[in-house]
């Protein structure tokens, strides 16, 4: 027996599938060529504007998981082979293709017993959740046992972390660079804090860090939070959402003009444009606020009408496979639009042409993907395998 749909998740789900799109159309207006690139003031507005309107878009996909997976109903072995049938099998495919389509291949198919392709940076999000549901069956029975206070005091202390990025920055004097890869102490990207040390990247707040709040706020929602009239709803989001915009928006602009003093165009390696997005990062305070903001909106949506069962549910039962293939589509859109229209304050629209391009260029591109991952869905017996 299927379990009744939650109508609000399917309307999530989608939601966070279009602003993974409009995170990645913007990211050509702040990272050019082999490194970080922003042409003019303009730009560094638009691309701040819109990046850190849709920041909270991975944490809704994981609270969207956590709300439907998490207490684990059935023995474990039956819930990892349900999840490696969903999210693995696709998943290995959409990385063939990368491996394929970007880059060297040989190469790629090397790097892909250690890692995702970089070039398909966005795989990393697999990771992620896959390293969420290791832990989900071993969490379970106290999920199912747990009070709303202990709950609470949980999901707070996450929310603590969320502010390390913060005062790593306070003690180390100034902004942190921040360097992809291993993140154990000693780093120069790391202030260590509360037992970290060179021996020891297991601080005090390791453990309740990351993914694992948005884990246990989807576990909140559904254990604890009954359905708010709309003054209570934006009485909280409302305020959560406009604090966590400012912090994402703020951070990041004030980042940008640190690293050129107000002149434009700025250009420098990749780590410049990784320091601006510190912000952004999704373990950061704003990140957490505004996905609050987000889920408690949602979640008054219930309309299950015409549109929601022959436009919306479909595209929502595809959206992981959206997730893995969109890139391959946005790359030749956006470049289509800014091949047609120019770049820059120099666009055929002046300092309209960004925003415009980056809006257009994620419709087209969340209209053609969702459009090919149905019909891929569709197809009778491995359609499953490839959308997920």
Not at 319 to 325: N, Q, V
Request: contains cysteine.
């Amino acid at each position: 027996m299927e379990r009744k749909r939650e109508i609000w998740v399917d309307w999530m789900r989608v939601a966070a599938c279009f602003m993974v799109m409009l995170v990645h159309c913007t990211e050509p207006f702040y990272l050019g060529g082999e490194g970080s690139l922003i042409l003019t003031r303009s730009d560094a507005f638009w691309a701040s504007f819109f990046d850190s309107f849709v920041r909270a878009c991975v944490p809704l996909f994981v609270v969207a998981s956590s709300y439907l997976q998490f207490p684990v109903h059935y023995s474990t072995g039956e819930f990892f082979k349900r999840r490696a049938k969903r999210i693995l099998i696709p998943f290995a495919i959409w990385s063939v293709v990368y491996a394929l389509a970007w880059g060297e291949p040989v190469q790629n198919f090397k790097d892909l017993l250690l890692n995702f392709n970089y070039a398909a940076g966005h795989l990393w999000f697999v990771y992620m959740i896959v390293g969420l549901y290791l832990i989900m069956p071993l969490l379970s029975p106290w999920a199912e046992k747990v009070g709303r206070k202990e709950l609470l005091v949980y999901i707070f202390l996450c929310f603590l972390t969320t502010f390390i990025p913060y005062v790593r920055e306070f003690a180390s004097g100034g902004d942190v660079p921040v360097i992809y890869g291993p993140s154990g102490i000693p780093n120069p990207a790391k202030y260590p804090l509360w037992g970290e040390a060179s021996w020891n990247t297991f601080g005090l707040f390791y453990y309740l860090s990351g993914f694992l709040g948005y884990m246990l706020l989807g576990l909140y929602l559904r254990k604890f939070v009954a359905e708010l009239g709309w003054g209570r709803t934006l009485a909280v989001a409302l305020p959560s959402w406009i604090a966590g915009f400012a912090l994402c928006f703020g951070g990041f602009l004030k980042r940008v003009f640190a690293s050129c003093g107000g002149v434009f165009p700025i250009e420098g390696p990749t780590g410049m444009a990784a320091q601006w997005e510190t912000p952004w990062f999704n373990d950061s305070a704003g990140v957490f606020l505004m996905t609050l903001g987000w889920i408690l909106l949602l979640r008054k949506i219930n309309s299950d009408g015409g549109f929601y069962k022959k436009i919306l549910l479909p595209i929502s039962k595809a959206s992981y496979g959206m997730y893995l293939c969109h890139l391959l589509i946005l790359s030749y859109i956006s470049a289509f639009f800014r091949g047609l229209w120019g770049i820059g304050d120099a666009g055929v629209m002046g300092i309209w042409t960004t925003p415009v391009q980056i809006v257009l260029s994620t419709l087209c591109t969340f209209i053609c993907t969702a459009a090919a991952s149905i019909l891929l869905q569709r197809i009778p017996k491995i359609g499953k395998y490839i959308i997920g």
